[in-house]
């Protein structure tokens, strides 16, 4: 009975002993693993869905841990980098925001225009959700002379960024020329009302991408029906020459 409870204590001891140098030789691979990979740093990504163009937050933004070893030169691993950027492209959440992405949002198409951001206030409204690289009519209606006046003040402005989509859309930046930025900025902190309407017309870049995507699908959709035409065309015209091969005659190609 000792010596049973004798074996029982050392099989127990070294199985001790052996857990404790597994234990310890996989938490030096794992040392060694991280010193090969440099440890861990944070990168940005996108904390949700970001439209094309937009001026991104700081509530757009979350950070994500990844190997020092795969970190490049086009990671970003500071927020100053990011903020007062736009994204040239559209992000879904989790995507990874790489220098290549961003443009100032300050890098005009002309050096001698300006971008005014007009944001959704009590006087300032937006008919629809606006888009970057739509196009918008700018009406206000101020007093003038003692008596109350509607006009349009601005017509065919391009918009540079939008900020926010669906029920979160705050408002745009619009490229102006410097002498309408000032008149613009006057409108905002004077007019009593403004109202920015979206160009419906057919050259918005929405439009636009709607019809070459339905123009690329029925342009798929009749070679697929070329192609099946040819294939039934074929396959009658072979069946006709066994039929013909059988009786003993000459094929008789038949006209679809």
Same mark, same amino acid.
């Given at each position: 009975?000792?010596?049973?409870?004798?074996?029982?204590?050392? +099989?127990?001891?070294?199985?001790?002993?052996?857990? @404790?140098? @597994?234990?310890?030789?996989?938490?030096?691979?794992?040392?060694?693993?991280?010193?090969?990979?440099?440890?861990?740093?944070?990168? !940005?990504?996108?904390?949700?869905?970001?439209?094309?163009? /937009?001026?991104?937050?700081?509530?757009?933004? #979350?950070?994500?841990?990844?190997?020092?070893? +795969?970190? #490049?030169?086009?990671?970003?691993?500071?927020?100053?980098?990011?903020?007062?950027?736009?994204?040239?492209?559209?992000?879904?959440?989790?995507?990874?925001?790489?220098?290549?992405?961003?443009?100032?949002?300050?890098?005009?198409?002309?050096?001698?225009?300006?971008?005014?951001?007009? !944001?959704? #206030?009590?006087?300032?409204?937006?008919?629809?959700?606006?888009?970057?690289?739509?196009?918008?009519?700018?009406?206000?209606?101020?007093?003038?002379?003692?008596?109350?006046? /509607?006009?349009?003040?601005?017509?065919?402005?391009?918009?540079? +960024? @939008?900020?926010? #989509?669906?029920?979160? +859309?705050?408002?745009?930046?619009?490229?102006?020329?410097?002498?309408?930025?000032?008149?613009?900025?006057?409108?905002?902190? !004077?007019?009593?009302?403004?109202?920015?309407?979206?160009?419906?017309?057919?050259? /918005?870049?929405?439009?636009?991408?709607?019809?070459?995507?339905?123009?690329?699908?029925?342009?798929?959709?009749?070679?697929?029906?070329?192609?099946?035409?040819?294939?039934?065309?074929?396959?009658?015209?072979?069946?006709?020459?066994?039929?013909?091969?059988?009786?003993?005659?000459?094929?008789?190609?038949?006209?679809?």
């Amino acid at each position: 009975m000792l010596e049973a409870k004798r074996r029982a204590a050392i +099989f127990l001891l070294l199985a001790f002993i052996l857990a @404790a140098v @597994a234990g310890y030789l996989v938490l030096e691979k794992v040392k060694q693993l991280n010193a090969d990979l440099g440890g861990m740093v944070e990168i !940005y990504v996108s904390n949700g869905d970001i439209p094309a163009r /937009t001026l991104l937050q700081p509530n757009q933004l #979350t950070k994500m841990e990844i190997p020092q070893k +795969f970190l #490049t030169s086009s990671h970003i691993t500071d927020e100053k980098d990011i903020l007062g950027q736009v994204s040239v492209v559209p992000l879904d959440e989790g995507d990874i925001i790489t220098q290549n992405m961003l443009k100032s949002y300050s890098n005009l198409q002309n050096e001698n225009n300006r971008l005014v951001a007009l !944001y959704r #206030t009590d006087n300032i409204q937006f008919d629809q959700e606006i888009a970057a690289l739509d196009r918008v009519d700018i009406i206000v209606s101020f007093e003038k002379g003692g008596e109350k006046s /509607t006009e349009l003040f601005m017509k065919d402005v391009a918009v540079a +960024f @939008a900020q926010g #989509t669906g029920e979160n +859309f705050a408002g745009i930046g619009v490229e102006i020329s410097s002498e309408d930025a000032t008149k613009l900025i006057h409108m905002e902190n !004077y007019a009593e009302y403004i109202r920015v309407l979206r160009q419906m017309l057919g050259t /918005t870049w929405r439009v636009q991408m709607r019809k070459h995507q339905q123009s690329r699908l029925n342009h798929k959709r009749k070679l697929s029906l070329i192609r099946n035409r040819l294939l039934k065309h074929l396959q009658l015209q072979m069946l006709n020459l066994q039929q013909e091969i059988r009786k003993g005659g000459s094929p008789v190609w038949r006209q679809s």
